[in-house]
């Protein structure tokens, strides 16, 4: 059974994707000083692209390795993009990774690079 913690997160997930879709054409199409948009933007894009996990299934069109991320690791990730612990890390960071351990690490190796 899901606990009530998992449930809030979940939530908290999904209300910040219809939020970002919502948000999308006007980011898109209007420039905004607006930061608080701007920063729930960037928080929507990176847990949309923590959303890219590779799975098994993808392992032969993408060439990685799928992985198993329990889910405990999911919600403390996805707790730590919302609860903005992550921000200083690019957006690419997040994309086809497991756990947020992961992510934080190819964030570290992208800031080194950009150096």
Same mark, same amino acid.
Not at 57 to 85: C, R
């Given at each position: ?7 809030? /997160? =979940?939530? *908290? +997930?999904?209300?910040? $994707? ?10 898109? &199409? ?12 960037? /928080? =929507?894009? *990176? +847990?949309?692209?923590? $959303? ?10 993408? &060439? ?52």
């Amino acid at each position: 059974m899901v606990g009530a913690e998992h449930y809030n /997160t =979940a939530q *908290r +997930v999904k209300m910040l $994707l219809q939020r970002y879709n919502e948000l999308q054409d006007i980011i898109l &199409g209007v420039v905004t000083n607006c930061r608080k948009k701007t920063s729930r933007w960037s /928080t =929507a894009r *990176r +847990v949309s692209r923590f $959303l890219s996990q590779p799975f098994h299934v993808a392992e032969q069109f993408t &060439g990685i390795p799928g992985v198993m991320v329990s889910i405990e690791d999911a919600i403390k990730g996805f707790n730590m993009i919302m609860d903005g612990e992550v921000d200083k890390y690019p957006e690419a960071a997040f994309n086809l990774v497991g756990t947020i351990d992961e992510a934080i690490a190819k964030g570290e190796k992208l800031l080194a690079e950009s150096k």
